[in-house]
């Protein structure tokens, strides 16, 4: 028999079968991405420390290199490599930081009149309660919160058109709607 130009013969696809299965096999397992959890946020294992800590909420950059350089922790060290004890300091200073004012995101607060740092859920909560408070004092940035519209004076004639009818209705919509059988009966 004749081999065609171009097939392969079946023994030649089983080898490429066998060889494929091989290759499969050599591949090094694709490295699980490990998280931690810090704050009950969740941080990517693989995130150096610096980075890392920016995903908790309430967290800025400069906040980050502050507990890195006040704690004596690496910058560049990886996440999954901090021991629990690190961890641990790590969100006791966060729930109570030690920095100079400027850095905290809460100064002088209206019920207590101390400066400190929120994070997490009570940032929200904090948010949420002075929108609430601005609406029901009815403020200028409460009346802008409640229609939805930007609070700190941007332009809206080309921006903050969500919602509501925006431009001209099209086909079906400015035909006439079909009369009804009551509708026809009146006409005869």
């Not at 490990?34 to 906040?63: A, C, E, F």
């Not at 021991?83 to 109570?96: Q, V």
């Not at 929200?124 to 700190?152: C, E, N, T």
Request: charged content about 35%; hydrophobic content about 30%.
């Amino acid at each position: 028999m004749a081999e065609e130009k171009g097939k392969p013969t079946e023994k030649k696809q089983e080898k490429k079968g066998k060889e494929k299965k091989e290759a499969r096999r050599e591949e090094p397992n694709i490295k699980a991405i490990t998280l931690v959890r810090i704050l009950s946020t969740d941080i990517p294992g693989d995130y150096s420390l610096y980075p890392g800590l920016t995903r908790i909420k309430g967290v800025s950059w400069s906040m980050s290199n502050a507990i890195c350089t006040i704690l004596n922790i690496d910058k560049n060290k990886k996440v999954i490599s901090l021991s629990p004890e690190e961890l641990e300091k790590i969100s006791t200073f966060i729930k109570n930081p030690q920095v100079p004012e400027f850095l905290l995101n809460r100064k002088k607060d209206r019920e207590t009149g101390v400066s400190k740092h929120l994070v997490t859920t009570d940032l929200d909560l904090a948010r949420d309660f002075d929108i609430r408070r601005m609406k029901k004092i009815k403020s200028y940035k409460g009346w802008r919160h409640s229609l939805g519209q930007p609070v700190r004076g941007q332009r809206t004639r080309s921006h903050f058109r969500k919602g509501g009818a925006i431009g001209v209705a099209k086909g079906k919509a400015r035909q006439a709607p079909a009369p009804t059988a009551k509708e026809e009966k009146k006409k005869k």
